[in-house]
């Protein structure tokens, strides 16, 4: 494995956390837009905010970490990719000022209402229009160059659309199981049937979707469709099973597994695009070793990457600690949050 | 105002203008993250060291502050760092992988922070006083780190070095080079101390209006002290730095300081000029004083200044006379806060107390804005002064910008929700204050980072 292969894997490590903590996150959103009017939504919703709020800023940090990791590793493919897909990069960061702007205000809007709808639109623009840029990448319409692709129909095709909406049903899956079992914790079983048959609704469409993905890839993202039926079904064939596993699970209404094994279908799905690209940056256009950074700068970053390691994960380690052991709460009966619980 | 009004038409404008305001906003907020929670700990450390119930209350209210300023601040910081490749895909796409490391750097100093701030605000209660003291310690450190991190690249792009390029690609990087390259000395220290300013005098300012509107009790005496005390003895160590940073940029990238002090040609026994109007035969208007300019860079006033003539008009800052009132500016009123310390200082030494007259309370309550202006117009001669490059003379902005389409669009929008953004960050602080002003115990319903209590989950409807 070469520098560049490791830091492409530092990259992807970085996507990975970002697609299942974000995802969740953003998948939460979802639920609360459509939860319904505010007396029929009230319940779903005091069960999302209640989820939400503490792990915010730790998954925003993840998408940073992206871009960056991006920008100094492989500075080419960041400039083309931002430049060709500025109109569906452009929207994503719109949802992210919204959703953080609403998260910023959540407790002192006048019009609450307002601000849920917001954070609930928000929480769908940017997984869909990150979901466009993906498609786009993959089925190589990202040429080299700054904004060298076409501005529109870069992303605005049928791979990139249904890879947006893949991610959309992708976050509310992952977040309709996380939800189940939060709500179990709150002991509202209410909430657990409510959550458990959305996370089946979900389920099943992310599942059409998928399929739908792969015939569209085939006409549309040849490369990356060979590797995922060649190198990378393996994952392909985990993720589907971890999903099938999460449904039975579910159904049994079995109190372990469902998330570890929900955040594996989609962690597969993640790894299973990467192998299926590799060596590609952007298929097939600019390789990995071809777009790399000098060694110096990708040593650095693996340096900084395991100072990262060093130093951040501690600090994670005794935040969650304080937190399960009410160090840092406010009140008397506290609850620990989701990623505290370390089965995520 | 014509020659601003005019490249108004150009994808470069476009982009320059997102750019400028979208900084200009975010450093505020960086300001406030960096400086703030070394108040809040002072505050805090106070309280604990002399068992002071109202320093306590101030530290514990300065830290929900410091949470809705970093939440606002993470979200302005992410859209900068989608603009280094919405707006400059190709400075980005060239040099990311030169200057890039230092925004990893960057990133772990986040991190750190974000977790920090978290332990700290919820710590008040249950952690031991000390421990939860030394919890909010990391969140200072790393807000200096992150300052550090950040304007390294600044610097860099002003002093940069560090790399070889071949046929326009980067083929080798030396990241020691990069990350301390000439530039930072000054511009890391001028900027932290920045930070330290505007914080100090804008919670003083707060304090001072409520004692002008008749508050006069000890909690707002020492919430306008605390700050007011640090921002006054930084204020006079910031001219120094920002002295020798000048003298600095006279050597390192004279045109830019040509363009400060508008020195239209190369010459010995240089007149400064105080505002004016820049033009090409020299200074119209303003107050000149004759021989300082060359004093000020070389101690004498024979020293030869490099005027705006050494290069074609091409190389040259846009917007003279903006660039130097910024400047002016600047120093005006980095000198006028430090006759307010004097002030302070004076009437401290005599009296142990600060001056009784509503004049001083005026003074303090106008500092916070004052200083936000000097920071603005720092910032302003940074960039415009190193303009028409992106690099220092390696890229021009021009060959920076994004070929897409629709910036126009982009800053249009960024305008309205970045005003959204500002006054409702406003709103929730006045919102906060009137609520403290009414309770006596403290609710916690006002942070993002609510309080997980577990859901307030209403009954079930069947």
């Not at chain 2, 021009?398 to 970045?418: H, P, Q, S």
Request: aromatic residues 12%; proline residues 5%; glycine residues 10%.
């Amino acid at each position: 494995m070469s520098t560049a292969d490791a830091v492409a894997a530092v990259l992807w490590i970085g996507a990975t956390f970002y697609a299942v903590f974000g995802g969740a996150d953003f998948g939460a959103g979802f639920w609360s837009l459509v939860a319904g009017g505010s007396d029929r939504g009230r319940r779903a919703r005091e069960l999302i905010d209640w989820v939400l709020g503490p792990v915010w800023e730790a998954n925003h940090v993840w998408l940073i970490f992206v871009l960056v990791v991006l920008w100094t590793g492989f500075s080419e493919a960041f400039g083309s990719i931002f430049s060709t897909l500025f109109i569906p990069l452009s929207l994503a960061a719109l949802g992210i000022v919204l959703r953080g702007a609403g998260f910023a205000f959540q407790h002192t809007a006048r019009r609450e209402a307002l601000a849920q709808r917001l954070f609930g639109a928000s929480s769908l623009l940017t997984p869909f229009f990150m979901g466009t840029v993906v498609g786009a990448i993959a089925s190589g319409r990202v040429p080299v160059g700054n904004a060298e692709g076409d501005a529109v129909t870069s992303w605005l095709n049928a791979a990139s659309l249904l890879t947006g909406a893949l991610f959309v049903a992708t976050s509310a899956y992952l977040s309709a199981v996380f939800l189940v079992s939060d709500a179990r914790r709150a002991r509202a079983p209410d909430l657990e049937t409510y959550f458990e048959r959305r996370a089946f609704a979900t389920a099943a469409v992310t599942g059409v979707l998928a399929i739908a993905g792969i015939v569209v890839m085939h006409s549309e993202a040849r490369y990356v469709y060979d590797g995922l039926t060649s190198e990378g079904l393996p994952f392909v064939i985990v993720s589907v099973l971890c999903g099938v596993a999460v449904m039975v699970l579910l159904a049994r209404r079995a109190t372990r597994g469902t998330r570890p094994l929900a955040v594996a279908a989609v962690v597969a799905v993640v790894w299973g695009w990467g192998v299926a690209q590799y060596p590609y940056l952007l298929p097939t256009e600019l390789k990995i070793s071809d777009g790399a950074a000098p060694d110096p700068t990708l040593v650095g970053l693996l340096i900084v990457f395991g100072a990262a390691v060093l130093v951040v994960l501690p600090s994670i380690a005794l935040l969650f600690t304080l937190a399960q052991r009410a160090m840092i709460e406010e009140t008397d009966a506290p609850q620990p949050q989701y990623p505290a619980e370390g089965n995520a | 105002m014509l020659d601003v009004a005019l490249p108004l038409a150009s994808n470069l404008e476009a982009a320059r203008s997102q750019m400028a305001f979208t900084l200009g906003f975010h450093i505020i907020l960086a300001s406030l993250g960096v400086a703030f929670p070394a108040m809040m700990l002072i505050a805090n450390w106070i309280g604990l060291k002399r068992d002071d119930p109202d320093a306590l209350l101030l530290a514990r209210r300065w830290s929900k502050v410091v949470a809705v300023t970093f939440a606002v601040g993470a979200v302005t910081g992410t859209v900068l760092s989608f603009e280094f490749g919405l707006l400059w895909p190709a400075f980005t796409g060239r040099y990311g992988q030169v200057f890039g490391v230092l925004f990893a750097i960057e990133g772990i100093f986040f991190f750190l922070e974000a977790i920090f701030v978290a332990i700290y605000i919820f710590g008040w209660k249950r952690l031991s006083p000390w421990a939860h003291f030394w919890s909010g310690v990391p969140i200072a450190i790393t807000g200096i780190g992150g300052a550090f991190s950040v304007v390294a690249a600044n610097s860099w792009m002003n002093q940069p070095q560090g790399y070889t390029i071949s046929n326009g690609k980067v083929t080798d990087v030396d990241p020691f080079k990069v990350i301390f390259n000439p530039a930072v000395p000054y511009e890391v220290p001028h900027m932290i101390l920045a930070a330290y300013i505007v914080t100090g005098f804008l919670v003083a300012s707060v304090y001072a209006v409520g004692m002008l509107r008749g508050r006069r009790d000890r909690y707002h005496r020492l919430g306008m002290l605390i700050p007011l005390t640090l921002a006054c003895i930084v204020t006079p160590i910031q001219f120094a730095v920002g002295d020798t940073a000048a003298r600095s940029i006279a050597d390192h990238q004279p045109v830019k300081f040509a363009a400060m002090e508008c020195v239209q040609k190369t010459d010995t026994h240089v007149t400064e000029y105080i505002y004016g109007r820049c033009t090409d035969d020299g200074v119209k208007g303003g107050i000149g004083i004759p021989g300082f300019d060359s004093f000020l860079v070389g101690w004498s006033t024979d020293t030869k200044v490099t005027g705006l003539d050494s290069v074609p008009p091409d190389d040259r800052p846009p917007a003279n006379t903006m660039l130097h009132w910024a400047f002016d500016t600047m120093v005006g009123i980095c000198t006028a806060l430090i006759a307010l310390g004097l002030w302070l200082g004076i009437q401290w030494w005599r009296k142990r107390d600060f001056p009784q007259t509503p004049w001083f309370l005026r003074a303090v309550a106008v500092s916070g804005v004052a200083a936000i202006v000097a920071l603005e117009a720092g910032w302003i001669v940074t960039e415009v002064g190193r303009q028409p490059w992106v690099v220092y003379e390696e890229m021009r902005t021009a060959d920076a910008v994004t070929k897409a389409d629709g910036i126009w669009v982009t800053f249009t929008l960024v305008l309205l929700l970045y005003a959204v953004l500002g006054a409702a960050t406003i709103l929730t602080l006045r919102l906060m204050s009137r609520r403290w002003r009414g309770v006596e115990v403290e609710d916690d319903t006002d942070v993002p980072y609510g309080p997980s209590a577990g859901p307030e989950l209403s009954e079930a409807t069947p």
